[in-house]
């Protein structure tokens, strides 16, 4: 299973959500999926069998039109390369890589069009800023950075497909180009939302 890699461009942004509630608000209206993977599967679709092809391809296109619109959401484990924290002040951001594996395909916040030149796809970063809470260290904030105990909860909407060359590699590299709804970063070992930001 070969992971895509990736370099980002920072995004200057609006100000971050306010309280995890409104994550709520938009996550429990989407429907939850238990996992990446076979979601990115369905929707872009392999159809290599010459005699099979033709039905393949009408099936993944009624599969498109049937997510066309919706709304869905998934927890991502195993985040930490996804987010870089940094403290500002008495407050901080959160700098969130919008582009996840699943099993050799990824989901993209928008479509990575370019490239750089070592090949690996540009996507900008979506940062989410908030404020320590009263009492809480820098070092107890970063924590779960260090250790690599976050997760991601992401609330997003499918657009289109996204195919781009594997340079040195042959073949190509592939995912799903969605708006990116909203976005929760969670402390793995507690469970506990450190920041979330509807977009």
Known sequence: MRLLWVAVLLLVSAPAARAGERFDAV????????ALEPF???????CTDIY???????????????L????FTVRVTDAATLVRAELQG?????LVTPFVDGGGLAL??????????SGHPLVNLIPIRGKLPPGVMDMEFQGPFRTGAIELEIVFKPEKIW????????????GVA??????????????????????
């Open 108 to 117: 993209t916040h928008g479509t990575p069009a370019r490239q750089d030149a």
């Open 68 to 71: 066309a619109g919706k709304t």
């Open 90 to 94: 008495d407050g901080f951001v959160l």
């Open 27 to 34: 996550a429990t209206s989407a429907e939850r999926l238990d």
């Open 163 to 174: 195919k781009l060359p594997r340079r040195g590699e042959g073949g190509q590299m592939e």
């Open 178 to 199: 969605a708006r990116f709804v909203a976005i929760r970063v969670v402390d793995a070992r507690t469970g506990n939302e450190i920041a979330s930001r509807v977009l």
């Open 52 to 66: 099979t092809r033709a039905t393949c391809e009408a099936n993944v296109l009624a599969a498109r039109r049937s």
């Open 40 to 46: 990115l599967a369905r929707y872009i679709g392999h």
